[in-house]
């Protein structure tokens, strides 16, 4: 029955999850702030279940994305960081000192946000020199930094403050909703 509890809830948010990667691919304005609404559902999975279960709703709802949505930017988005990255995070802090874990991070940041560029260059044949000369020149390590920047935002003020949240005053009541999950 704790198994069957827990792929029902997964399954749920499954289809949370693809609700509001739907909703961001409609609303251009809403493609990186819903991929990232999406990331706080794997959250809430990895909170109440564990980061392999989260893991899995990951998996699915990626491919899912990937493969239904028409704009593919938001599913790119969720495919790329904004999905896994809850779980990996929970991983880290769990097993890895602060210090070690905040390096882990944002090695994992980069490596995926380099893997973005290359892929919206070489797919897309986005040019950044088509931002103008000055910016051009310097856009890669602007863009770079400013990107570490909204990643320690994202981390530590959204994802830490969202599980401080929900583990002092949403945890006790959405276990006695659902029932015992752990």
Known sequence: MKQTRCLALCGVFAGLILALMWMGSLIPSMEYALPAAASMLILLLVLQLNSYWALGVYAATAALSLLLLPNKSAALLYFMFFGFYPAVKSMLERRL??????????????????????????????????????????????????????????????????????????????????????
């Open 97 to 182: 000192p602060a210090w070690l874990a905040w390096i882990c991070k944002f090695i994992i940041f980069n490596v995926t946000i380099i893997a973005a560029y290359y892929f919206a260059t070489k797919v897309f044949a986005i040019d950044l020199d088509d931002f103008g000369e000055i910016f051009g020149r310097y856009a890669k390590a602007i863009l770079l930094v400013a990107g570490n920047l909204a990643f320690w935002i994202y981390d530590h003020m959204v994802l830490s403050a969202f599980a401080a949240i929900y583990r002092k005053r949403w945890r006790k009541k959405l276990s006695r909703l659902m029932g015992q999950f752990r």
